[in-house]
């Protein structure tokens, strides 16, 4: 099997982001409150449940901030002012295809 053809058949899948919420739960060991990560929807709990991230299993994460909705409604109000009052972007609409 030459490279290029291992290189597609190992290709690697791209997962979802799973949202996590931080809240203050109880440990059932020691009875201490402790801060935890739970998924923050259902869809979030069937992703991990489905990539086998089980309870006491040890994970490896990068973690980071949600994105501010507000800067994707200023990007989108940028862009339809752009498609009015500028002639390169005629025609164009504010919804990204």
Known sequence: MSTSALAKSKKKLRTRDVNLKVRKQEDPDTGQLIGALVPAHAV????????KFVTGRLLLAILRLERNPMFYRNAHLLSGWLADNVELFSGLSQLMR
């Open 44 to 51: 979030d709990q069937r992703s991990l449940r489905e990539r």
